[in-house]
């Protein structure tokens, strides 16, 4: 099978390349694929180099997959002419989240949403992936009223631009041409201030888990709100939630229901110093949750904490997850 990485040098891209040699995804030829300006380069993939190229000359590769992580702009300029070809494309980006015509996909959530005439899949946020696989067993076993998260996300989100920050902050040795990812210091502090602030107060990044959730979810109507916080974290995102179901729970059986969950890892022992951590999360593919307490106050309401490696479970291996079910489904690679 040909397939294409695009933004094959970025973090995600890279990320997205290991993950296709660790879960030995039937890759026959690779076509690692960026910018004009990367053309010539090489990377590394079981232990060969390949040539980057651009996406026009990808296409005329016809591959029969594209992973997309080169950002909104190539996603909406690119992925349509590749899927014109035959490829199905799944884009780690934010273009095509909202578009009522394209899917927005986390397989053990929705998986069964998909069609084999998908050819264009979004890939959702990363803090969103992370919610909504603990929400989907809780809303098919008690039914979601509201959600109420706040995030600790880690600089790894914002690229290579976040990691040259906090490391030149700290004394590291980096390159001085890197541009700060954020207006202020990120060592030693913490920014509730994710992508750029929207007319309603709100930023992009909140609003991206408010409406992403909704629409995984087929929840329209649900209630959520957000508030997205950087944190001077290395790797692996954080999430303090409270849900509020429709029907009274006991602690016990939401251990059991989130266990048995795919994909979702309880860590939840309080008196072992038991709970999920972004430093244990870092290269694991699990959505891990824990914290597991009652709201003292409010009725049917759950109180819980969910940390993911954001480059892996939050993009890279979403992505190919997707690209596994359409395997699966037997729509890849004919």
Not at 155 to 163: A, D, H, Y
Not at 229 to 244: A, D, F, K, L, Y
Not at 277 to 285: A, E, I, R, V, Y
Request: proline share 5%; charged share 25%.
């Amino acid at each position: 099978m040909k397939v294409a990485v695009v933004g094959a040098t970025g973090l995600v891209g890279q990320t997205m390349l290991r993950i296709l040699e660790e879960r030995d995804f039937p890759v026959t030829v690779l076509i690692p694929v960026a910018s004009e300006k990367s053309k010539g380069k090489k990377v590394i993939f079981k232990g060969k180099e390949f040539d980057v190229v651009t996406p026009r000359e990808a296409i005329d590769r016809k591959p029969q997959l594209a992973l997309f992580s080169a950002g909104g702009e190539t996603a909406l300029a690119w992925a349509e002419k590749f899927a014109a070809v035959g490829c199905y494309v799944v884009d780690n980006s934010s273009a095509w989240r909202m578009d009522p015509g394209k899917k927005l996909v986390v397989p053990e959530v929705n998986g069964d949403c998909l069609q084999p005439e998908d050819k264009v899949i979004a890939n959702p946020n990363c803090s969103t992936i992370q919610l909504v696989a603990v929400l989907k067993p809780l809303e098919e076993a008690y039914r979601l009223k509201r959600v109420v998260v706040s995030t600790y996300q880690s600089v790894t989100g914002s690229g290579l631009k976040g990691i040259s920050q906090l490391k030149r902050e700290r004394g590291d040795e980096v390159s001085d041409d890197v541009a700060p990812a954020y207006p202020h210091q990120i060592d030693m502090n913490v920014l509730p201030h994710i992508d750029v602030f929207q007319d309603n107060g709100y930023t992009k990044e909140e609003m991206k888990m408010i409406l992403e959730t909704r629409k995984i979810l087929s929840l329209p109507d649900l209630k959520v709100t957000a508030t997205t916080v950087r944190v001077p974290v290395m790797g692996g995102h954080s999430e303090s939630v409270n849900i509020e179901m429709g029907s009274d729970f006991e602690l016990e059986d939401i251990r059991v229901l989130l266990a048995k969950a795919k994909g979702l890892m309880v860590q939840d022992n309080p008196s072992e110093n038991l709970y999920p951590m972004p430093l244990n999360s870092q290269g694991k593919d699990e959505v891990f949750v824990g914290r597991l307490r009652k709201d003292l106050f409010q009725d049917n309401t759950l109180n819980c904490w969910i940390v993911a490696d954001n480059l892996r479970k939050g993009a890279a291996t979403n992505a190919v997850q997707i690209a596994e079910y359409l395997l699966e489904k037997g729509w890849l690679g004919k």
